[in-house]
């Protein structure tokens, strides 16, 4: 592939802050960037980075994408939830029902995650986020399997999941009904390009997949702006 899964990037008020809050919750690296964001990074060089962006749009909803994170045993679930809320972060009620194991909290920033029980056989052997867990259609999860050329892991009820072939983190989408989107996403995917790829090609290839080209095709800097077939925000890195 001429692509590869850079970075899942936050929009926030206070990007130090919140990346301040993750490095302490999954106990991954901090550390600036030349262009002002802060990155924590996976203690696997294969895996993504998370990135923390200047962001001072409004919240105007629930995410489209939140983490799922996984638990070795009820006592370790116990211990990431009192340590999230250490941090700063807070119990969240979206309706979950008193039965459901997994639970539901938002870090500072109000970006709602779970922390999912032990013995999750769907996120085993996938590491401490088990899963950025997406609201989409068949069809996005479609596009991002072959955009990524992860091999789809579910497909079943208009759900969707995929996974790196080297294994990680799964990227899932729940099917309909999607929420509207209200406006621009605080969470979306950044891509990178490999070492030989053609930037202009791969952007195109991206597009012929079902992407669409934004009004002004810029993103951050050296970052193209495209939208998915669900019409979320994702970014390709041009170099670095």
Not at 37 to 58: C, K, M, Q, S
Not at 136 to 147: Q, Y
């Amino acid at each position: 592939m001429s692509v590869r899964l850079f970075a899942i990037c936050f929009n926030a008020t206070r990007p130090s802050d919140l990346a301040r809050f993750w490095s302490g919750v999954l106990g991954w690296e901090s550390t600036g960037a030349p262009d002002g964001d802060v990155t924590i990074l996976p203690p696997d060089a294969t895996g993504f980075r998370v990135r923390f962006l200047p962001g001072r749009e409004p919240r105007t909803g629930r995410n489209r994408a939140h983490f799922d994170l996984t638990s070795a045993s009820p006592e370790d679930q116990r211990q990431t939830v009192a340590r999230v809320l250490e941090l700063g972060g807070t119990h969240l009620d979206v309706g979950q029902l008193p039965e459901e194991e997994h639970v539901v909290l938002a870090d500072p920033d109000g970006n709602e995650f779970c922390v999912i029980e032990a013995g999750n056989k769907f996120l085993a052997d996938t590491g401490v986020v088990g899963a950025l867990a997406c609201d989409g259609t068949r069809e996005v999860g479609l596009f991002w399997s072959e955009a990524l050329g992860w091999p789809l892991v579910w497909d079943q009820d208009q759900e969707t999941a995929i996974q790196s072939p080297g294994g990680g983190t799964k990227i899932t989408w729940g099917g309909p009904p999607v929420a509207p989107k209200t406006g621009p996403n605080r969470l979306f995917l950044e891509l990178a390009l490999t070492a030989d790829a053609d930037g202009d090609a791969e952007v195109d290839r991206l597009v012929s997949l079902g992407a669409k080209r934004t009004a002004t095709g810029e993103g951050h800097g050296d970052r193209t702006l495209l939208l998915d077939p669900d019409g979320n925000e994702f970014t390709v890195r041009r170099r670095g």
